[in-house]
């Protein structure tokens, strides 16, 4: 039976025996880069790469919460101030910035950026409502 289901002439398209709901490449961001070209990846991305400097999204996290650069490089703990250091990582990295790029910045350990990402689902409406109040303020300007 085998042969013979093998042996027909099913009609499936290459597109549906490879289309995923959630695809994701692993690897350093020379990799992604050189594959999407090499084999000519419709990959769809979101927002520009570093469209907006580390600088406009503090700004921005401080016109929308009131916590300044300076509290989110601060060793302080409060809630306030995690959350936001929460949304400025989750938001460059969207715009493109690497972990390692981020920590440098906010004078933070590239792991805790790291775990910020890994808080994506829980400040998915808030860091949302950050990058459209980013993209608004610009296109204004």
């Not at 989110?72 to 936001?84: E, H």
């Not at 981020?102 to 990402?117: E, N, T, V, Y």
Request: proline residues 1%.
């Amino acid at each position: 039976m085998y042969r013979s289901f093998m042996g027909e002439d099913v009609a499936i398209s290459k597109k549906d025996v490879y289309c995923t709901v959630d695809q994701r490449m692993l690897g350093g961001s020379g990799f992604v880069e050189e594959t999407i070209t090499k084999h000519k990846l419709g990959v769809e991305q979101r927002r520009k790469k570093q469209e907006y400097s580390l600088e406009e999204i503090a700004t921005a996290i401080e016109r929308q919460h009131g916590i300044t650069l300076e509290d989110m490089r601060s060793r302080s703990r409060t809630k306030a101030i995690a959350v936001c250091r929460r949304l400025f990582s989750i938001a460059a990295s969207e715009y493109g910035y690497k972990g390692k790029d981020i920590g440098a910045f906010l004078h933070k350990d590239p792991a805790m950026i790291s775990r910020h990402w890994g808080s994506k689902e829980i400040e998915k409406e808030n860091a949302a409502r950050l990058l459209t109040s980013i993209e608004k303020r610009n296109n204004k300007n």
